[in-house]
């Protein structure tokens, strides 16, 4: 069993940023792919990006590429979400998620079985 907790979410003005955490406690983290999907209001939960096991690969949606960058520190079994470049469209309930298995990077949630609870990032325009 694998418990997630995310924090770092927030209220930002357009252009800003944020870092999301998400602390893992459980078995061994380096063995777990992770994830961070979000879901807006009224709008299906999306993938934000994803990174392997290792770290040494990274994957994220073409809306977020070049604004988010996903890192993980496995020693602190921590996986983060560094959001740059904040817009309106960003705001959504941001969670993290985890797979049995070190390999990156599907897109499909239903493939993570380990999931936080959440943490609401909104940008105010």
């Known amino acids: 069993q694998v418990q997630l907790v995310e924090s770092g979410g927030g209220l930002v003005q357009a252009g800003g940023s944020l870092r999301l955490s998400c602390a893992a406690s459980?078995?061994?983290?380096?063995?777990?792919?992770m994830a961070w999907f979000r879901q807006a209001a009224g709008k299906e939960r999306e993938l934000v990006a994803a990174?392997?096991?290792?770290?040494?690969?990274?994957y994220y949606a073409s809306s977020m590429r070049g604004r988010f960058t996903v890192s993980r520190d496995n020693p602190k079994s921590t996986v983060y979400l560094q959001m740059d470049s904040l817009q309106p469209d960003d705001t959504a309930v941001y969670y993290c998620?985890?797979?049995?298995?070190?390999?990156?990077?599907?897109?499909?949630?239903?493939?993570?079985?380990?999931w936080g609870q959440g943490t609401q990032v909104t940008v105010s325009s």
């Open positions: 990174i392997s096991g290792s770290g040494g690969i990274a």
């Open positions: 998620a985890s797979r049995k298995s070190a390999t990156c990077c599907t897109t499909v949630y239903s493939d993570y079985e380990y």
């Open positions: 459980g078995r061994t983290f380096s063995n777990y792919a």
